[in-house]
């Protein structure tokens, strides 16, 4: 069994704080989901507040379940806000392990997803990216390093810097994978891949509530899995989505975009493929590049 994990140090960005969970006050019961970015986390989100809630409609899952160590707001605005939840909390972060306090009773979701799907959706965030969001994260107080620039680049050059620079101009992509990957068999972490989630939606819904130790009412199992689909997500982005959207051209439903694996197969040259999978294997080894790819383990 792999040791409790420590935190051994801060993450300042245009996007993060990570001090905020050195004031968090766990509860024994408390749900933390984690990802890259673009990994499936909303997806997540809205599953485990659909089996908190028995299938309730338009839960406004983004307010319910906050990005923790997003600096924005601060963490002063935030933490009371958190503190103050009654429900049962799920709280969502993109930091890697040793840059979190790691609670040993709170259950702890990882998703991993193909760093090539990933990056393809990140520039979709990015390129729809409007003022307001480059606003929220450049020119508010607390900005440490340099502010996130606007997309310069089409996709496979943005892709082939997003690997030689490792998640520029957002966050290093492997130490966020190699750090979970790491703590796969400690008994209050679960990881998720995405493409078996979309492979078993249902399925992985039940697996879930038995981790959390929820007990599903079956009479709410249907409206469950339907309010879990990218359709209805779709349907009821505003609900999902951050501040309703506002920070997205198009709105909330350009944040749920396509939820689609591949996309690259068709555009990135077979050079960068290979580029791309020597790099996991490297950074990842064989057997968590393996997972990443297919979500298959041995």
């Excluded at 707001?73 to 840059?99: C, G, I, N, S, Y």
């Excluded at 008994?187 to 981790?211: E, S, W």
């Excluded at 909330?252 to 050079?271: C, E, M």
């Amino acid at each position: 069994m792999s040791a409790l994990p420590t935190k051994t140090r801060e993450i300042h960005s245009h996007h993060f704080d990570s001090t905020i969970w050195n004031d968090l006050a766990f509860r024994d019961d408390d749900i933390v989901i984690a990802t890259y970015a673009k990994s499936g986390t909303t997806w997540l989100q809205q599953i485990v507040g659909q089996l908190l809630f028995a299938g309730r409609e338009d839960l406004p899952v983004a307010e319910m379940s906050p990005w923790l160590d997003l600096r924005v707001p601060p963490k002063e605005v935030k933490l009371p806000m958190v503190e103050a939840q009654t429900h049962r909390r799920f709280l969502k972060t993109h930091l890697p392990v040793d840059a979190l306090v790691f609670s040993p009773k709170a259950k702890y979701f990882y998703i991993g997803r193909d760093g090539r799907d990933a990056a393809w959706s990140l520039y979709n965030h990015h390129l729809t990216a409007n003022q307001v969001w480059y606003d929220a994260l450049n020119n508010t107080p607390g900005l440490v390093g340099e502010p996130i620039g606007r997309v310069d680049l089409e996709i496979v050059p943005y892709f082939r810097r997003w690997l030689a620079r490792d998640g520029y101009p957002f966050w290093p992509f492997w130490e966020n994978v190699r750090s979970w990957w790491a703590l796969r068999a400690l008994p209050n972490v679960m990881m998720l891949h995405f493409g078996a989630m979309k492979a078993d939606m249902p399925g992985t819904m039940r697996r879930i509530a038995k981790f959390l130790d929820i007990e599903i009412d079956d009479t709410k199992w249907d409206a469950m899995v339907e309010h879990c689909t990218f359709d209805y997500m779709k349907a009821h982005a505003d609900k999902s989505a951050p501040l309703g959207g506002i920070l997205w051209e198009g709105g909330a439903s350009t944040f749920i975009h396509k939820g689609t694996n591949g996309r690259w197969r068709d555009v990135l040259p077979a050079q960068d493929v290979a580029a791309y999978e020597t790099r996991a294997v490297a950074e990842l080894g064989p057997d968590c590049a393996k997972w990443l790819a297919t979500g298959e383990t041995g």
